[in-house]
């Protein structure tokens, strides 16, 4: 809980100086218009599920490196079916997502079974599932046009709220999945033991958890969520191209659990502190963009420091709780 509330009191700071330095400072309305808190309030959704999806690996002490790469197969995969080759929407789209489910299913076994480095099965994934839809299309890009407008309104569509401004269709999905992720985490005897599983697994595993199941449900989870979050990417923005659609969303995803409190080590983690990670990250892109005197070209070092500020911070609470362990007297029998 502590955790949540420093990243939000940090959010709130850097919003503040986000409007200062923006807006304030410079007489101009462009952060806090309208358009830019609906588009802030939107770009927060579509990667706070990816957030959400790699928070269950993470968790389980593992990580994801091919999210981006299925955000793209199944972001440019679902167009290239339906306009492409003509295939109808009810059969395109649960197609998509049951290969995204497979992929992490997939992923799961590789970890379980064949004892391989998570870092090394996703990173192939990474390559894999690319260079497959760059195959498929030709490099070419694959788009709607001025189809699907109905379906499109789950990415870009808006619920008026007042003065002109309307929530985000998006920020629903993302509160739901972020419901049902959080009552899994918390409120099940499997969430609860993927959290242990996390933290020791070889004690799990002699406790009774599953914790090979366990481990293939994560991944099946962050890829399905991966392919959903690619699948909205793609009816919001209404074209992709394969060679650069979804590049880099796994530094997002993963700086957004690292920043909400999920342990690189494992065995921690909440879901909500997950969605404000994400709010603070796109937050801060929203401040590179805006503010005049900030180098527009700096945001990848701006993420990668924060993956980095969250390792070492996790790694300093680790030896501060060891060093408080050992430093507390011994109780008398």
Known sequence: MKRILGIL???????????LMSDLLTGRRSFLSAFNQENLLRRTALFGILGVGVAFVIITGGIDLSVGSVVCLVGVGFPWLVVGQGWPVGLALPLVLLVALAIG??????????KLQP???????????RGITRGLTNDQTAGFGSGL???????????PVAGGFGLPVPCLILAVVAVFAALFLNRTVAGRHLLALGNNEEAARFSGVRTKSLTVLAYAICSFLAGLGGLLFV??????????FGNFYELFAIASAVLGGCSLRGGSGTILGVVIGTALIQLL?????????IPKNIEYAV?????LAGACGDEVAKRIV????????????
């Open 9 to 19: 009191v940090l959010l709130l700071v850097v919003y503040f100086a986000t409007w």
């Open 235 to 244: 009816l919001d923005t209404n074209s992709a191209q394969p060679v650069d």
């Open 105 to 114: 299913l997939f992923h799961g076994t590789l970890v379980t079974r064949m």
């Open 149 to 159: 407008k109905g379906l499109r309104w789950l990415a870009n569509g808006e619920i």
């Open 119 to 129: 870092f090394v099965v996703t990173l192939c994934g990474l390559l894999l599932y």
């Open 303 to 307: 993420i990668g420091a924060v993956i």
């Open 322 to 333: 060891a060093w408080r362990r050992g430093a507390a007297p011994a109780k008398n029998p």
């Open 285 to 293: 892109r929203n401040m590179i963009t805006l503010v005049d005197w």
